[in-house]
């Protein structure tokens, strides 16, 4: 009979504190639990903000880590989909209500209760959820999906947010052939934003604040590369863009950002600042253009999303670290000094 199982972490003891080994509980395995030992644990810019308290609501101690990797170690009775053995990972929610209109369609990211996120949430049960710097992690088997044997665990793991961030809007607002993708930023989000693009057959842009990672930006798939430091940029790529992916959190001149938009053009914000943004409407409504937003993605988009990425040869580029290099990361993510994402190897934990 499973029994409740402490494993070694790594958790954010108070807002701002740097993050320490420490150990949590994971719940005994349910009827359709699955019991995952990790192997690996991206670091994700939002695991930032909230360790640092800056969205609000934080819940301490925190163990952030929502883009896991990992092989199934047990099984509850009435599991179905995963065997032990099975290469697995989990994103950023472990849970929601099932029965709302958003999780009956495979919105589950837009759940009408608000889904159990991985981390810095309270699960049904009353508990708090501690996300994947972690040994193990036991998840109701409907939100493991399953890695494809052609992704190598470690590359995989940033696809569990970062990747299906990207590819979410990207297949909601149909980019493919004939469309033309801006991404805004080359960092985590915006280095896979760049390759499921391309891989889908839109032309793409990045527009980035140099030219420092050109040649980066033109190796994932761009096909083209500008500074928005350069006035010049907005001038020439005026009406351009039938799709723009804005990845960063910082705050940005929305206005010129949307004359890059041609007729009935959107631009997609997938960064979220801390502080709130003003827009101008008067700079959307002269082309129908509009502005909007993307959460994640549904548990049967992001399976989708890996069996892309295994079939056309995405993943993300990675620097691998050990747990007790995590307070040092999590400055060199805050200086921008990544390409393009940290992932723990679980084993140094």
Known sequence: MSTTTTVTAYAAP???????????????????????????????????????????????????????????????????????????????????????????????????????????????????????????????????????????????????????????????????????????????????????????GAEVTVLSQSLRKREDGLRLGADDYRATSDPATFEELARTFDLVLNTVSAPIDFAAYFGLLRTDGAMVNLGLPEEPVQVHLQSLSGRRRSMSSSGIGGIAETQEMLDFCAAHGVAAEIETIRAEQVNEAYDRLLAGDVRYRFVIDAATL
Not at 149 to 171: K, Q, W
Not at 183 to 192: C, D, I, P
């Open 14 to 200: 108070a807002p701002k504190a740097p993050l320490e080994r420490t150990t949590v509980e994971r719940r005994a395995v349910r009827e359709r639990d699955v019991r995952i030992a990790i192997a690996y644990a991206g670091i994700c810019h939002s695991d930032l903000h909230q360790v640092r308290a800056g969205w609000g609501g934080e819940i301490f101690p925190m163990v952030p880590g929502h883009e896991i990797t990992g092989i199934v170690r047990e099984v509850g009775p009435g599991v179905t989909r995963h065997r032990v053995g099975d290469r697995v990972g989990v994103g950023c929610m472990v849970d929601s209500c099932r029965v709302c209109d958003d999780c009956r369609a495979g919105l589950e990211q837009y759940c009408a209760e608000v889904p159990v996120w991985t981390y810095n949430a309270v699960g049904k049960d009353g508990q708090p959820t501690y996300g994947g710097y972690s040994q193990e992690v036991v998840v109701d088997e409907h939100f493991v999906v399953r890695v494809p044997d052609a992704l190598a665990l470690d590359v995989a793991a940033p696809l569990l947010c970062a990747g299906i961030t990207t590819y979410s809007p990207l297949r909601h607002w149909k980019a493919g052939p004939g469309r033309r993708v801006a991404v805004v930023g080359l960092g985590g989000l915006g280095h896979m934003g760049v390759q499921l693009a391309h891989a889908l």
